[in-house]
């Protein structure tokens, strides 16, 4: 089975930029894997920021982007807050209505 | 404003089913732009997939779960399901029910809250 692979962990400084990233462990990243992101902050809902690699789910600040980077999903948060403090999740679409998680990457702001 | 809410027991024995119910609000759990899905993340550990359904069409699962798992659709009360058999300790866990947008791409679109899960005698 597919594996995604994200960094276990990121620190960034306030008003710094950051860039976490996405792998497939087998075969080419697609955009037919439509990779998309989230944001998980313990207590409350998950929030969705980025879909189809790049749009920007609604209300979300135009600090978060999404875009490929070689054969990565990436997400970049330019100009990082002390709320962004939080773990990111990409997911992907393997086809046949199955999707894979990435492990997840904890982001602290200091 | 859609909104999902989670619900069922929060602490089921070992070798028995976790039964949890999304009821779905501003939104109708037939529309064909959508389909319906669940994911979990167990203590310490990053979000899994579990499965989805989509009305009116099927239903699909994580292989590693698809054994033990049942996803159904409860229209009359804008309800979504899942079952869950023979658990173990490993199936601890925050459960999600979350929708998914269909189209030219996909994507989880509206999250639940989340509902704890424990499983212990």
């Known amino acids: 089975q597919t594996v995604v692979t994200q960094e276990p962990s990121f620190s960034v400084s306030p008003g710094g930029t950051v860039t976490l990233t996405c792998a497939l462990s087998s075969g080419s990243l697609s955009t037919t894997n439509y990779p998309s992101w989230y944001q998980l902050t313990p207590g409350q809902a998950p929030r969705t920021l980025i879909y189809n690699t790049s749009t920007r789910s609604s209300a979300v600040p135009d600090r978060f982007s999404g875009s490929i980077l070689g054969n990565k999903a990436a997400l970049t948060i330019t100009g990082a807050q002390p709320d962004d403090e939080s773990e990111y999740y990409c997911v992907m679409s393997m086809g046949s209505g199955i999707w894979v998680f990435g492990g997840g990457t904890k982001l602290t702001v200091l | 404003h859609l909104q999902l809410q989670e619900s069922g027991p929060g602490l089921v024995k070992p070798s028995e089913t976790l039964s949890l119910t999304c009821t779905v609000s501003?939104?109708?759990?037939?529309?064909?732009?959508?389909?319906w899905g669940w994911i979990r993340q167990p203590p310490g550990k990053g979000l899994e997939w579990i499965g989805s359904?989509?009305?009116?069409?099927?239903?699909y699962f994580n292989p590693s779960l698809k054994s033990r798992v049942i996803i159904s659709i409860d229209t009359s009360k804008n309800q979504f399901s899942l079952k869950l058999t023979s658990v173990t300790a490993a199936d601890t866990a925050i459960y999600y029910c979350?929708?998914?947008?269909?189209?030219?791409?996909?994507?989880?679109?509206?999250w639940g809250q989340g509902t704890l899960v424990s499983v212990s005698s």
């Open positions: 979350a929708r998914v947008s269909r189209g030219s791409y996909s994507f989880f679109d509206s």
């Open positions: 501003g939104g109708s759990i037939r529309s064909t732009s959508y389909y």
């Open positions: 359904i989509y009305y009116n069409v099927g239903t």
